[in-house]
């Protein structure tokens, strides 16, 4: 059975800093990406990582401060978050797609999800 688990969401302050991991079980894939949802809003992209190549696509809200990196074993991604602003809360969810995408319906296996809050 595929599963996608998220951890590492939690309360952090502006400015600070925080590592969510997401680990695939059952099958490895081409791609593996963040989401993130805020309350009232539409489900949004984050960033993608091809996990044989290392090709990131980030989203323009979160490039420069986010990076999303991927383990040597290609089963986990990782999302290193810094600089963090109160816009950024919401749930992060993991996703995995055959290919780079930042369009939603093409991400095939989801996460339950993991908060995020960022204070001020």
């Known amino acids: 059975q595929v599963q996608l688990v998220e951890s590492g969401g939690g309360l952090v302050q502006v400015g600070g800093s925080l590592r969510l991991s997401c680990t695939a079980s059952g099958r490895t894939f081409s791609v593996m990406g963040w989401f993130r949802q805020a309350p009232g809003k539409e489900r949004e992209f984050a960033a993608a990582?091809?996990?044989?190549?290392?090709?990131?696509l980030y989203a323009d809200s979160v490039k420069g401060r986010f990076t999303i990196s991927r383990s040597n074993t290609k089963d986990t991604v990782y999302l290193q978050m810094n600089s963090l602003k109160p816009e950024d809360t919401a749930v992060y969810s993991c996703?995995?797609?055959?290919?780079?995408?930042?369009?939603?319906?093409?991400?095939?296996?989801w996460g339950q999800g993991t908060q995020v809050t960022v204070s001020s």
């Open positions: 996703a995995a797609a055959p290919y780079v995408s930042r369009a939603p319906n093409e991400y095939l296996h």
């Open positions: 990582v091809h996990m044989s190549s290392g090709l990131a």
